[in-house]
């Protein structure tokens, strides 16, 4: 259980605005690793999304010796970054007892989950749990700061859930109240890409059940039946009113919109070395087709993104890593959690910024690859 206490550690402190807090986590994940190869002798096998994250790294490597970065600095630290990844999903793939992990991570969910609801309605902006001051002066869902990436983050666990109240009869109610309190959380926060995906997740996850004929249709019947009357409750209780003024908005993706015209210009005067891995928002305003006075500092597109920053290369990595993620997804089911969060990424920036967030994917992704039955 220690890799599942190094993620949630992680996850609880990757707000805090000092480097200390993410060295911290680094350090800690690749003494893990170091210590699973001297155990095994170094005799450890390989996966291609493993290759893949190798390679992503070493692109950045390349780009410092090349000196096809704009900062290299910054493409160091991003460097350091995908290792940290490819670290977390190494891990997750000879972490023998996966069930234990995956339960311990839905705890830990609904844990987050339910203080999620209660800082969005109640704590000041800019406050974690009430007390730490974060300097941005924005809302906060737990240890969370933005709510695109909390939503990822429960895109990620949510199958799993749905998945266990369809299976396990003896204990469904309780499942069926963790997706439902979850998705509730999501509504709370006002993600509008997050609520259709888990809404998505929560329809799409049993009736696959159904079609693989593990449960009959009168179960099926059942669990959505239960799973939306918990769904109404726990909306009504945490409130609706955000996530709808949210989709009443005008042109809710202009500027989105805008950040990708200017993110396709810039590939296209760096279509191959792109500008340097970690340096988007210094290599944007040079291409900003607009300046409200806000500084920008993603492209609200990780997929763009990726391309302009380590140019098509780059891009035909994650592309293939996402690929090689489709299969073992939906061979287990709540591995379509995933899937979702790379959906995400098209939208929004939920690899970006928090490396202990992505890392927490890359290791979900890892179990994904590495499930051979169903939980």
């Not at 035909?316 to 939906?330: E, H, K, N, R, V």
Request: glycine letters at 6%.
């Amino acid at each position: 259980m220690l890799f599942a206490v190094i993620l949630f550690a992680g996850i609880l402190t990757m707000w805090i605005p000092g480097r200390w807090a993410v060295a911290a986590f680094q350090i800690a994940l690749f003494a893990l690793a170091a210590f699973t190869i001297l155990r095994r002798r170094f005799q450890i096998g390989w996966h291609p999304v493993a290759a893949l994250l190798a390679v992503a790294a070493l692109w950045g490597v390349a780009q410092i010796a090349a000196h096809q970065t704009i900062d290299a600095w910054r493409t160091g630290d991003a460097v350091l970054n995908w290792i940290t990844n490819l670290a977390a999903f190494s891990l997750a793939l000879y972490v023998a007892r996966k069930e234990r992990i995956l339960q311990a991570t839905l705890i830990f969910a609904g844990v987050l989950g339910v203080f999620a609801i209660f800082t969005a309605l109640s704590s000041p902006p800019g406050k974690i749990f009430w007390w730490f001051d974060t300097g941005t002066g924005l809302p906060t869902l737990g240890p969370f700061v933005y709510r695109n990436q909390y939503a990822a983050f429960v895109e990620t666990v949510l199958p799993f859930a749905i998945l266990k109240a369809v299976l396990d009869r003896k204990r469904s109610a309780l499942y069926v109240a963790i997706a439902a309190m979850l998705f509730a959380s999501v509504i709370a926060a006002g993600s509008r890409t997050g609520s259709l995906l888990c809404l998505a997740e929560i329809v799409l996850t049993p009736a696959a059940a159904c079609l693989r004929k593990l449960i009959s249709g009168r179960a099926l019947a059942r669990v959505a039946g239960a799973s939306l009357a918990a769904i109404v409750l726990f909306t009504a209780i945490v409130g609706w009113e955000t996530i709808w003024r949210r989709f009443q908005e005008p042109h809710p993706f202009g500027m989105r919109a805008e950040l990708v015209r200017s993110s396709l210009a810039m590939i296209r005067d760096h279509p191959l070395a792109g500008f340097g891995l970690g340096v988007w928002a210094d290599a944007y305003p040079a291409y900003a087709r607009f300046d409200d006075g806000h500084y920008v500092n993603q492209a609200h597109n990780d997929w763009i993104q990726w391309a302009v920053e380590g140019g098509v290369p780059f891009f035909a990595i994650m592309l293939a890593i996402a690929a090689l993620t489709i299969s073992p997804a939906l061979r287990s089911l709540w591995g379509i959690g995933m899937l979702a969060v790379f959906a995400h990424c098209l939208v929004d920036y939920p690899m970006q910024q928090r490396p202990a967030l992505a890392a927490f994917f890359f290791a979900m992704t890892g179990f994904v690859c590495s499930s051979r039955k169903m939980p």
